[in-house]
């Protein structure tokens, strides 16, 4: 997220603005992005997700094409050794959710129309229509389902975050400082941040003090603690997901080409590109689903999440090539899940002039990236916007208006 930010801002400022990314390098391998299973989607329940979406998925389809762009703004010359590194790949593979009940079959055909008339290219689809496209698929229990032909699917995480971090940091203006900020130093109001005093993950020694003009917090599920030692808070708290690598001995399979499935019971599984294997998951209940505070119970693993829940809705759902699986590898990441609403939190800090938060994703992070960063760029600026993110700013929290998003995977 922060790299985003740092991206569009960039774009937006001018020439002479510096921008600085505090992101410890060692903390990759722990970060929400890479340890997500990179979906693209456009099938959310809430116009400005949908909108956040399409943005995002014309940002990676020309993701190539910005390094040049930039340059033509600036008297930098073309770095073709750059531009031929610069690629995100695209699995269109498309999303399916599966509604069981009339209600939720009624639900879906509304977001179909929502979504087509936003511009998504989602589809309507019966159990016939679902079992054509899909010969592996149980629809015994299905009332409706949803399909789409592009514009939705997946990409490696770790290639879109080391692709944008080489973007910001060849183009000019953004610098990445090793580190990560300790607390903050506010105003004698206390309604501005004066500076951020940021540690050194190499260098055993006091915090260094750094001024700043204009601080923007994308933490994610560690948001709060950037306000550490203030009055400021946001209702996000690290919630972990967990992800199983699983590998079918079946035939009759689904292939590398079908499609991320959302089942009725929140179990998901999509195609890796090795012939059989999948990738696959579940949110757990709310009575499961506790706050975490660093990152080593990330190695803690729940092994009994995938025999208890989640291999018997895989059985229910592709009974002929789920009955004997393999669990090949697992890991788990966090959610900057934001506990008011599961939505993003976007936008000037309330009752602070340079403070701004892009933080509370609650898992949809990776793919709203490109239109996040882009909306701060435009309100730091005070330049109008057209993705509806007023959905998404902080001060509904305060008036407790959430925005309640249906499609959370």
Known sequence: MGWSVAWHLRQALPAAARITVVAPEEWNQYKSTVLSAGGLRQQFSIPANVEFSLFGLDFFRNFANLDRQQRARTTLQPDHALQDLLHIK?????????????????????????????????????PTQLRARYPWLCVDDIEAGTMSYSGEGFIDPWEY??????????????????????????????????????SSPTV?????????????????????DVFKGTHLSVPVRARKRYVFAIRSSAQNAPGINSPLLVDPSGVYFRPELAPNTYITGVSPKADADPDYSDFSTLAELEDSLFHDQIWPALYNRVPDAFD??????????????????????????????NLYVCTGFSGHGLQHSPAAGYVISQLVTGQGHKLGSEAFAVERVAANAPILEAGIV
Not at 94 to 121: I, K, N
Not at 324 to 349: E, P
């Open 161 to 198: 975050l080391a692709n944008l971090r080489a973007l910001c940091l060849q183009t000019g203006g953004i610098d990445q400082r090793q580190g990560r900020v300790d607390r903050l130093e506010l105003d004698a109001r206390r309604t501005s941040v004066a500076g951020a005093w940021i």
């Open 204 to 224: 055993d020694a006091d915090p260094a003090y750094e001024p700043v003009d204009l601080f923007i917090n994308c933490a994610g599920c560690f948001s709060n």
């Open 90 to 126: 695209m699995r269109e593979n498309g999303y399916t959710f599966l509604a069981s009940t009339p209600e939720s079959a009624q639900t879906l055909a509304e977001l179909v129309e929502m979504q087509c008339r936003l511009g998504a290219a989602t589809q309507l689809a019966t």
């Open 324 to 353: 004997a699986l393999r669990v090949i590898s697992s890991w788990a990441g966090f959610y900057d899940y934001n506990t008011f609403d599961q939505n993003a939190l976007i936008g000037l800090m309330p009752g602070m002039d």
